[in-house]
């Protein structure tokens, strides 16, 4: 953190770049006009190139375009988008197209996302392009990467009352999404071939449903739930009163899936490949495609994607003997996630792990400090190796106060939700999610490995797990451990 | 505050031209010409109407589900290879096609009226 004070020039380009994404929310610019204001920027910066305050100046101000523009950009609908359609004239509609995304089977439907090729409706057909979200109401057995003909109704999906924050429609509208296609009992499905699938993610969603085999296989249901929910991010069975338990201890970030639980990836693919004699570059290069698969696995939010790039970036940088700069990282990690998706910075998921990591990274160090020069006050004698020891409960103290401090505002804007029990919550329930997630990798891999190995190290898991339940809900009855308002 | 050597402000230049020629660019390809309505596509060629396998192009063939390049090529040097096709179950003996992919394809082709 030696250069924090020095803003790098990647720092303040995501800075305006997300300030023009986000000026664009609000005030609505002709895209010409923005364009006429991009192009003088740019010759600003073409013909001041010797001068750096005015060269540094109109760049940054032609980021602020950018973003604007590539906002109004990904607002606009190609020609051919199915957003674009006039329902009220269109029947029963057939859509040709892909299986998009991982089939989730609940108990009455299948869904999926469904990237559209073509439509038909009223005997004619089309050229299409856009996704939608698939509920089918019969049996059947559909995969990742599967070319199929739908026939069903298409809607727009619903906006609710003003008396909730929530939209459906705004939901999937991020996520790309314009139509829900139900598709009942009766209506044709027409299975055409299985080639349509992206290998890596194909590979990952292979590799997930045998993990969450094995988790199904040899836990107890409530534990395979919630371990299939931290490890995998499928989190459609996740017990409702461990939910609400881990929201009211302020600790549900370890639901979703995030940097820690990338962290906890990357720390045991490390110590695994060092332990079987990989040296220490081969290690960083073989963890990178891991990383990679883990993310495309449990399903690629803006918390894992993030996650996943800072990793990425601090391997490549030791691999390349550089050292890592986190802010820097951090910006990359968000330019990447809004040039694929700019509405992504409206979405909480995105906020939260953003602010919590600058959280972490630029107040976490001065806690540290403070609490250092606290104790060392409180016990002059507590020098050394005393002063040592009790690093490791310090730097949690620091981490979980800094993320706390940061992210409180918006938590509770969002969930209506105080938890002043979240720090110590976070310094006991953290390190028992670790070792679950731990036990959990282990557990996958010794039903591969060697299977007689596997019921006590399940029966292991299903202890720490329970453990962990009971201290979740000890820690939300505390007094004043959270208010609702 | 910032130092930037000339080969860093030509990368962040090249950078920042690209980005806004992109964007551009493909902003102009989606300006619609027919708004709100299903008619905006009719102008289109490709569609699930059936294609006649006797006169179908190497393009009609690959706009058929599950019908790639090489695939499509082999049907046409097979139909050179007969003159023309009987009928459309004949398209199996076409080394790709099984009984599976036929019946996808069934509802999609004909032979047309003179084979």
Redesign the interface.
């Known amino acids: 953190m030696s250069n924090l004070e020095?803003?790098p020039?990647l720092t303040?380009t995501a800075v305006f770049f997300i300030s023009g994404i986000l000026m664009m929310s609000f005030i609505n610019i002709p895209?010409f006009v923005l364009?006429a204001f991009?192009?003088i920027m740019?010759t600003l910066?073409?013909s001041k190139?010797k001068k750096?305050f005015v060269?540094?100046l109109s760049?940054l101000f032609?980021?602020l375009g950018?973003g604007g523009?590539?906002l109004?950009?990904h607002l606009?609908?190609?020609?051919?988008h199915i957003a674009?359609?006039?329902l009220q004239?269109?029947g029963n509609i057939?859509l040709?197209g892909i299986i998009d995304s991982d089939p989730t089977y609940g108990k009455r439907k299948i869904n999926f996302v469904f990237k559209d090729k073509?439509i038909?409706?009223?005997g004619?057909?089309?050229?299409?392009q856009g996704k939608a979200l698939v509920n089918i109401y019969s049996m059947g057995r559909f995969y990742y990467g599967d070319?199929l003909?739908l026939e069903g109704s298409l809607y727009r999906p619903f906006n609710f009352g003003n008396e909730t924050n929530f939209s459906y429609r705004d939901y999937l509208q991020k996520q790309g999404i314009s139509y829900i296609l139900n598709v009942k009992k009766g209506n044709k499905i027409?299975?055409?071939?299985d080639?349509g699938a992206n290998p890596f993610k194909s590979l990952a969603f292979k590799l997930k449903h045998s993990f969450e085999d094995i988790l199904k296989h040899k836990l107890w249901p409530v534990n395979s739930a919630v371990l299939s929910a931290i490890i995998l991010g499928e989190r459609q069975n996740f017990p409702e009163d461990i939910r609400r338990a881990f929201i009211q201890t302020g600790t549900a970030h370890i639901i979703a899936i995030s940097g820690f639980n990338v962290g906890i990836v990357v720390f045991i693919f490390l110590i695994f490949l060092k332990a079987i004699g990989i040296k220490r570059k081969a290690r960083y290069l073989v963890t990178i495609p891991i990383l990679v698969i883990h993310m495309l696995a449990v399903g690629a939010s803006a918390s894992v994607v993030r996650a996943t790039v800072m990793a990425l970036i601090v391997l490549i940088a030791y691999l390349i003997e550089r050292e890592p700069h986190i802010i820097n990282s951090l910006s990359l990690a968000a330019l990447i996630i809004l040039a694929y998706n700019p509405l992504q910075i409206f979405d909480i998921g995105f906020q939260l792990s953003f602010i919590s990591v600058l959280g972490i990274v630029i107040l976490s160090p001065k806690i540290l400090s403070l609490s250092r020069a606290f104790l060392c006050g409180l016990i002059p004698r507590m020098k050394g190796r005393k002063l040592k020891s009790s690093k490791v409960m310090l730097n949690s103290f620091a981490v979980s106060l800094a993320a706390w401090l940061a992210t409180f505002g918006l938590v509770a804007c969002y969930f209506r939700i105080i938890s002043p029990v979240t720090i110590l919550a976070n310094l006991i329930i953290v390190p028992l999610v670790s070792l679950s997630i731990i036990l959990g990798f282990i557990l996958g891999l010794s039903a591969i490995a060697c299977p007689q190995l596997a019921p006590p190290i399940a029966a292991t898991t299903n202890f720490v797990l329970l453990f962990l339940f009971q201290a979740a809900f000890s820690l939300s009855r505390l007094p004043f451990a959270y208010f609702y308002f | 505050?910032?130092?930037?050597t000339?080969q860093?402000?030509s990368v962040?230049?090249f950078i920042?031209?690209v980005?806004?020629v992109g964007?551009?660019v493909?902003?102009l390809?989606?300006?619609?010409?027919f708004?709100?309505?299903?008619n905006?596509?009719?102008t289109?060629t490709?569609?699930?109407?059936k294609i006649n396998l006797n006169k179908a192009t190497l393009t009609d063939l690959i706009g058929l589900?599950?019908i790639g390049q090489e695939l499509a090529q082999r049907i046409i040097d097979y139909r050179s290879s007969i003159g023309a096709f009987n009928s459309a179950e004949e398209l199996k003996k076409v080394k790709g096609i099984g009984s599976?992919?036929f019946e996808?394809l069934r509802d999609r082709i004909n032979v047309g009226e003179n084979p």
């Not at chain 1, 606009?76 to 051919?80: I, M």
């Not at chain 1, 027409?190 to 071939?193: C, H, I, R």
């Not at chain 2, 708004?35 to 299903?38: A, Q, V």
């Open positions: 020095q803003i020039v303040a895209f364009l991009c192009l740019l910066t073409f190139r750096n060269f540094v760049l032609l980021c950018l523009l590539h109004k950009n606009r609908p190609p020609r051919n674009l359609l006039d004239k269109a057939q040709g073509k038909m409706s009223n004619k057909s089309y050229d299409a070319e003909i027409v299975f055409l071939a080639n | 505050m910032f130092s930037l000339r860093e402000k962040l230049l920042a031209s980005t806004l964007i551009t493909n902003y390809q989606k300006i619609p010409r708004k709100n309505s299903l905006y596509i009719t289109q490709n569609t699930f109407s589900p599950g599976r992919k996808a």
